[in-house]
């Protein structure tokens, strides 16, 4: 997938609001393209969650159209949206959707298990590099949020992908911590080729965006 594009997008929820706050998204044409950083950032009821879940399919209700490639979102099919998922678009969740009965390692290998896209020293690097590698073999549940948005971010990357889709990445992190999740999201796009797509309401990595969207 080298482009998402979406064509005077919006959610039906604001549909009959007589006024919307001025948005380089919502009712515009923007595009998006394979390669780029993008930081989209938006004040909290501007519809930043609605937008995410319209990225990965999980919500249909809006106007207007998405584009991946030019083929409209709407028509895919559970096979297509697999596909998407599988090969092209990763996420990383706000609420992480990680599974708190298994360990930090339990959890990144759900998915590499699955897509055999990372060897076994790939992870450990990337533990060490986020100051995570003691928690290997801890529990989720035993983690403070921000060790678990590290887990949750290893994860995402543990799958081939177009663009990556990082949605408050670093809400729960200090300076260092954000610096170190920044260095491995670049190292990882560039070595794919991908783009990467970043939400924020606030705290945000400072990374060398291609463009800054306000929701």
């Not at 501007?46 to 159209?65: A, H, N, P, V």
């Not at 990372?118 to 983690?143: H, N, P, T, Y």
């Amino acid at each position: 997938m080298n482009t998402i594009s979406l064509l005077h997008t919006l959610p039906r929820v604001f549909a009959d609001r007589p006024s919307l706050p001025p948005s380089d998204i919502w009712k515009q044409d923007a595009t998006l393209e394979r390669g780029h950083l993008y930081l989209i950032e938006a004040a909290s009821g501007t519809g930043k969650s609605s937008l995410c879940s319209f990225l990965i399919g999980y919500r249909q209700d809006y106007e207007g159209k998405i584009l991946f490639d030019g083929s409209d979102i709407h028509e895919f099919c559970t096979y297509d949206w697999t596909q998407v998922r599988q090969r092209s678009l990763s996420t990383m969740f706000q609420e992480l959707r990680l599974f708190p009965e298994l360990t930090a390692w339990e959890n990144v290998q759900i998915k590499n298990r699955l897509t055999n896209h990372k060897s076994d020293a790939d992870i450990c690097a990337w533990f060490e590099a986020l100051g995570i590698a003691d928690k290997r073999e801890v529990k989720l549940a035993q983690m403070s949020f921000g060790q678990q948005q590290r887990v949750a971010l290893i994860r995402a990357l543990c799958q081939p992908f177009d663009f990556l889709l990082a949605d408050e990445p670093v809400s729960h992190l200090d300076a260092d911590n954000t610096a170190a999740m920044g260095e491995l999201i670049m190292n990882e796009a560039r070595s794919q080729g991908a783009g990467v797509i970043i939400t924020s309401i606030g705290h945000h990595m400072d990374l060398p965006y291609d463009k800054v969207f306000k929701l």
